[in-house]
């Protein structure tokens, strides 16, 4: 059995088994018998490798002699291992030549928090999105046949990420090719948050239903002066429950299920894979694991310890120095609005695709219960789900990432908008989201939600300007989005009183001369902070559609430039959207766009990545003025 640690080391353990592997050919040469002190040294390794660095923390604990087991049986990176839900991928990172590395995970250049191609030979697939892990490689196994190489594509799915359509879809495609691959399916009852519509909670819940139950006592008692027909109803609820179990479930899809297995026992992993190893035609191994596995604390507490901050060593000399107050996060204003505004409106129905605790909705969770929708991992039926409850004079508010909003497009365009559905939708980590990196970044909703009629989008500058902007998109009649941050915001007080703004409708923080800065969402402070050095006019534009069209000409009138800053891609967002304005009402004024440049931008602190791309307030001081020094030269010029 793997062992239990209760406390995580801040000094590096003495591994020395995992010191001699560098590469999953060192482990393929150990006997197996070493196999399980291996796993009790990498699991050691890792609580004092996050625990130094910060990171994803149960998910890797809980796949430690997993990963061993198939590095150990495959051939890799000639055999494929296709992870899924990339937080699982700490102990493959560590045995493929990262160990070290790992000491600097999420932080900038250093090691990805994910799978990626460009880091690793091993990283056969870039994760960051849950449930693409058997769509990628199955494209993987049909790849090797066309090639005629005999290598092997295995995909490692958690059960939350089980919850997807594509997952499924994959999986009935996959049976029809009778390609060679497999499915470990790692089942721990887990996503992020508790899993919701996993296969095990689910049937679960069919056998211990209130109407079965009923149903089945019922019937007993009828049934029970006739023994032989009794005992045909029980053989018929043993075949029912066989029936729709894992087993039969993917057997009738064309997969050979196995399992399920303790996922901790290495020896019966490494048997049961060595036994599928070579068996053609698709095969899905059933494993059962504990998130957070071998860390107490973790195990107590799968969701909290989902991930950690890094541990910073007690100061010898305590000094008692007076807490500040927290700033709330932003995802903390949003929950508080959403639990008043629930108190206030009956008809406000919470919705999320697996992000109770990431988008501050446990509170609403608890207390309006009847009102809460999880959907699982399934942003595509979360969309619809708002729009069909928006038919029924309901007000759904959809509350997701705002990269994860890429994957409902279609729904947003065609069941949402189309319909023109009052749907308000919170999208949550816009902008720049730091050490996550460019998987989770939501640095395009701006230019897929404003093509898009109907659509109404507000990005507020603050915590107040962020609850009363919700509170505004509620009560538009309509579908409407409000983008924010992750994180907290400048430290603004928010008022208990919520106020409808007007649409479109923008503020001016301070008026100056010659410049006109024209700031968008969370980047507001620090447009205000280089405009208050350049004696510029800054406007909090707080909607990006429908623009302050007023505004907008009046500022163009009364400056030389005007520059627009967002927190989102160039192309496409806020800065072009007031080009377009310009143009169409033949405006001529030089613009400046401050925004993200045209390539993705990794992981790393949030401030140091904006400032990397001259958004930082001396940055955006320092370029404004160099287009003003650009512009005097060519006035002065012959």
């Given at each position: 059995m793997p062992r239990t640690f209760t406390q995580i080391p801040l000094t590096r353990p003495n591994t020395p088994l995992l010191d001699s592997i560098n590469r999953p050919a060192d482990l393929r040469r150990l006997p197996a018998a070493q196999l399980g002190p291996l796993a009790d040294e990498l699991r050691e390794y890792l609580l004092y490798a996050v625990g130094q660095a910060g990171g994803h923390f149960g998910a890797?604990?809980?796949?430690?002699?997993?990963?061993?087991?198939?590095?150990?049986?495959?051939?890799?990176?000639?055999?494929?291992?296709?992870?899924?839900?990339?937080?699982?991928?700490?102990?493959?990172?560590?045995?493929?030549?990262?160990?070290?590395?790992?000491?600097?995970?999420?932080?900038?250049?250093?090691?990805?928090?994910?799978?990626?191609?460009?880091?690793?030979?091993?990283?056969?697939?870039?994760?960051?999105?849950?449930?693409?892990?058997?769509?990628?490689?199955?494209?993987?196994?049909?790849?090797?046949?066309?090639?005629?190489?005999?290598?092997?594509?295995?995909?490692?799915?958690?059960?939350?990420?089980?919850?997807?359509?594509?997952?499924?879809?994959?999986?009935?495609h996959a049976a029809h090719t009778r390609s060679n691959l497999l499915v470990v399916l790692n089942d721990n009852n887990m996503s992020i948050s508790h899993n919701v519509g996993g296969l095990a909670n689910y049937f679960a819940r069919v056998w211990a239903s209130k109407s079965y139950i009923a149903l089945r006592e019922g019937g007993k008692k009828v049934l029970s002066a006739m023994p032989a027909a009794w005992d045909f109803v029980r053989r018929t609820e043993e075949s029912m429950k066989n029936m729709v179990s894992p087993d039969m479930l993917f057997e009738s899809i064309g997969f050979n299920y196995i399992g399920p297995i303790d996922g901790h026992n290495i020896e019966e992993l490494v048997r049961t894979l060595r036994n599928m190893q070579h068996l053609e035609g698709p095969q899905l191994l059933h494993v059962y694991t504990t998130k957070g596995k071998g860390f107490a604390q973790a195990e107590l507490d799968p969701v909290g310890y989902h991930a950690i901050n890094k541990i910073e060593p007690k100061p010898k000399v305590q000094v008692a120095v007076p807490a500040k107050p927290k700033s709330p996060k932003y995802q903390e204003i949003f929950g508080r609005w959403l639990c008043d505004m629930a108190a206030r409106d009956p008809r406000l129905v919470g919705i999320t695709p697996a992000m109770c605790e990431g988008s501050g909705m446990v509170e609403f969770s608890q207390r309006f219960a009847d009102r809460y929708h999880d959907v699982a991992i399934c942003e595509q039926h979360a969309v619809t789900l708002a729009a069909g409850l928006a038919c029924e004079k309901q007000k759904p508010v959809v509350a997701i990432y705002s990269t994860f909003l890429q994957r409902g497009y279609d729904q947003l365009i065609h069941d949402v908008a189309l319909q023109d559905l009052d749907v308000t939708f919170a999208l949550d980590r816009a902008g720049l989201v730091g050490e996550d990196g460019a998987t989770h970044g939501g640095v395009f909703d701006l230019a897929y939600l404003r093509t898009v009629p109907n659509m109404v989008i507000a990005a507020p500058s603050d915590e107040n300007e962020c609850r009363q902007l919700l509170y505004s998109a509620y009560q538009h009649n309509g579908p409407a989005a409000v983008r924010y941050p992750r994180g907290t915001g400048p430290g603004v007080a928010t008022e208990e009183t919520m106020t409808a703004l007007p649409l479109g409708q923008s503020r001016t923080l301070q008026t100056g001369k010659d410049v006109a800065i024209l700031a968008f969402?969370?980047?507001?402070?620090?447009?205000?902070?280089?405009?208050?050095?350049?004696?510029?006019?800054?406007?909090?534009?707080?909607?990006?559609?429908?623009?302050?069209?007023?505004?907008?000409?009046?500022?163009?009138?009364?400056?030389?430039?005007?520059?627009?800053?967002?927190?989102?891609?160039?192309?496409?967002?806020?800065?072009?959207?007031?080009?377009?304005?310009?143009?169409?009402?033949?405006?001529?004024?030089?613009?400046?766009?401050?925004?993200?440049?045209?390539?993705?931008?990794?992981?790393?602190?949030?401030?140091?990545?904006?400032?990397?791309?001259?958004?930082?307030?001396?940055?955006?001081?320092?370029?404004?003025?160099?287009?003003?020094?650009?512009?005097?030269?060519?006035?002065?010029?012959?």
């Open positions: 890797g604990l809980g796949v430690v002699e997993l990963t061993i087991a198939l590095h150990y049986l495959y051939n890799t990176p000639d055999d494929r291992l296709v992870w899924d839900v990339g937080h699982q991928c700490y102990p493959h990172k560590i045995l493929t030549g990262r160990r070290e590395g790992l000491l600097n995970i999420r932080q900038q250049d250093g090691l990805s928090g994910f799978p990626k191609r460009s880091e690793s030979e091993y990283d056969t697939f870039g994760v960051g999105h849950s449930s693409t892990s058997i769509s990628a490689a199955l494209g993987m196994a049909l790849g090797a046949e066309m090639a005629g190489s005999d290598r092997r594509a295995v995909a490692i799915i958690g059960d939350g990420a089980m919850t997807a359509g594509q997952a499924f879809e994959a999986l009935s969402g969370a980047l507001t402070p620090a447009a205000q902070e280089a405009g208050k050095a350049l004696n510029a006019t800054v406007i909090d534009m707080r909607w990006v559609k429908p623009l302050d069209r007023d505004a907008i000409m009046a500022a163009a009138a009364q400056h030389r430039l005007l520059v627009t800053v967002e927190d989102h891609q160039l192309m496409g967002g806020a800065g072009s959207a007031v080009n377009e304005l310009l143009l169409q009402e033949g405006v001529q004024i030089p613009v400046l766009n401050l925004a993200l440049p045209d390539h993705f931008i990794h992981h790393g602190k949030r401030d140091a990545l904006l400032a990397q791309a001259g958004l930082d307030s001396a940055s955006i001081e320092r370029r404004i003025r160099e287009r003003l020094d650009s512009q005097a030269s060519l006035r002065e010029a012959p």
